[in-house]
């Protein structure tokens, strides 16, 4: 008898790309004909897409007439909604204007030598007034493309506390020098136009003047209106406790500003000023002006600045309510991934893995390309259904603030991007601890739960900023919708009226949650070619 010759295994002879995507493909079949698996896939997606609607149907909301009439609610609330400015976002544009039309090219200048004030004072029934000013009154001059608030518009301005600035369309804000103004100190401004272009300068004397900033805006009509303006933000003194509830006042206030040596060139159809306030039909203007000569003296209230969540006149909502089930949805993919490599060394199918395809390394590469794959296409589906179905049940209901496109796509991106680095995270521990509910319940505790202690406030305001920026769960902050505004006073915060807010930017905090995956997935791997199976 003529012993067969026996050819040995030869795993080295499957290289290449051709033997990587025979394993995606191995690694796809296994997690697609694994029907708990499957299901777990769908339930991400209900859960995420299911909590976004419910808390969009969910809401409601109802503001004042202006006119003493009876409380109204959802479409007829429309009045009360905030304008819109230049670039899509809500805005408010309600200041005490003192004007004249200027067409063509021109310029206007201004020497300021007070800004003074009253805020409130007490609260509740004993509200009062006091002298002072909040740190965002501004006065100066304002080049506008018409009275309509939300109109595009530069200006240059003295503030409280922030000094000089350069500000336009609402959103762009540029520092010039610091310091308050006052009668032995006074500030020169000026601007100029040139087209669309619009430059300010400021000066100490009148006679050595310094570019603030240039901007062009576009669309600028022929005739513009130029002139004095003052406003005053609403003084705010509020405070967020335990649970997200929020407490304080939140009240009027007012400022003067006394302007002299003005000076309007240009060819002006109108050879003397108007005041008026810009924003009144939206609530009850509060200002008026005074000439004598060339001295003006001019009080105002309101704010020349974007509407952040909580200040649009009644309930309002962010795009990023619709997303918060995305914590529920981690939570089921987050089983779904660990699983993917635990039920292996469960049942011992492991070796069987490993005898295919020896280069451990591999292996765990197609298992991470194929759960963030499917977590990836799994998170884009769901963000981008319960953003639209989000937002088109909420509207009539509650007031939902304007975004752009591109911010839509960074928040529906961002969102399946979070979830899939997740799932590969999950992976990475799974591989590392070889048990499902260990694996399960550490990524949720780095994930999850830093969260839902920020979201809901469970820590102060410090700890809690930390635990947003160090942990992944600082990746929720792509799902930001409104950005924070160094020029509007507000409680930026995760949760609160003014919710949704983080303290890293989109990107950057989705760069700490990568960090995290990639460090687990380089221990994963040491660990994986380790230790024995």
Avoid at 200 to 215: I, K
Wanted: charged residues 10%.
């Amino acid at each position: 008898m003529t012993a067969g010759t026996v050819t040995p295994y030869r795993p080295d002879q499957q290289t290449g790309r051709d033997g990587f995507a025979q394993l995606l493909l191995a690694e796809w079949t296994k997690l697609r004909t694994v029907r708990g698996w499957v299901i777990g896939l769908l339930v991400a997606v209900l859960v995420m897409l299911g909590l976004g609607l419910f808390g969009a149907a969910g809401s409601s909301g109802s503001c004042q007439s202006t006119s003493g009439g009876p409380a109204r609610s959802g479409q007829g609330c429309a009045s009360a909604n905030p304008p819109v400015g230049p670039g899509g976002e809500a805005v408010t544009d309600s200041f005490y204007f003192v004007r004249q039309p200027l067409a063509g090219n021109g310029s206007i200048t201004i020497r300021v030598t007070s800004l003074t004030g009253v805020i409130p004072s007490g609260n509740g029934p004993t509200l009062g007034t006091r002298p002072g000013l909040v740190p965002w009154a501004k006065a100066g001059i304002i080049i506008k493309a018409s009275t309509q608030p939300g109109s595009a518009y530069a200006a240059m301005m003295v503030t409280a506390d922030h000094g000089v600035r350069m500000q336009e369309n609402f959103t762009g804000d540029t520092a010039g020098p610091p310091g308050a103004v006052t009668a032995s100190d006074p500030r020169w401004l000026r601007l100029t136009r040139s087209g669309n272009t619009i430059t300010g300068y400021d000066s100490a004397d009148g006679t050595h003047w310094a570019q603030v900033g240039t901007v062009a805006l576009a669309g600028l009509p022929p005739t513009v209106q130029a002139g004095l303006f003052a406003a005053s933000p609403a003084y705010q003194d509020i405070s967020q406790g335990l649970g997200g509830g929020e407490s304080g006042t939140i009240a009027p206030s007012q400022d003067t500003a006394v302007f002299d040596h003005v000076s309007l060139t240009g060819a002006s159809p109108a050879a003397t000023w108007t005041g008026y306030y810009v924003g009144a039909a939206d609530g009850p203007g509060t200002g008026g002006y005074h000439q004598a000569g060339d001295r003006f003296t001019v009080t105002g209230s309101g704010d020349i600045a974007p509407v952040v969540p909580g200040q649009a006149g009644g309930q309002d909502l962010t795009a990023t309510t619709f997303l918060v089930g995305t914590f529920a949805g981690l939570i089921a993919m987050i089983v779904v991934a660990t699983m993917f490599i635990t039920a292996e060394y469960r049942r011992g199918l492991i070796r069987t893995t490993l005898a295919a395809s020896p280069r451990r390394g591999r292996v765990l590469a197609a298992k991470a390309t194929v759960i963030g794959s499917v977590a990836f296409l799994a998170g884009l589906v769901a963000a981008a259904a319960a953003l639209m179905l989000g937002t088109q049940l909420a509207r009539g209901r509650v007031y939902v603030f304007p975004v752009s496109g591109l911010t839509e796509l960074r928040m529906v991106v961002g969102t399946a991007a979070l979830v899939a680095v997740t799932a590969v995270l999950a992976l990475a521990v799974g591989t590392m601890l070889r048990r499902s509910a260990a694996a399960v319940t550490v990524v949720i505790v780095v994930i999850v739960l830093p969260y839902l202690l920020g979201v809901v406030s469970v820590l102060p305001a410090g700890p809690a900023d930390w635990v947003l920026r160090i942990t992944p769960a600082a990746a929720f902050a792509v799902q930001q919708a409104i950005p924070q505004y160094p020029q509007v006073t507000a409680l930026y915060s995760p949760g609160g009226s003014g919710g949704g807010y983080y303290p890293l930017a989109p990107w950057a905090g989705f760069a700490v949650l990568c960090g995290w995956a990639a460090v687990a997935v380089a221990l994963a791997l040491v660990l994986l070619r380790r230790r024995d199976v």
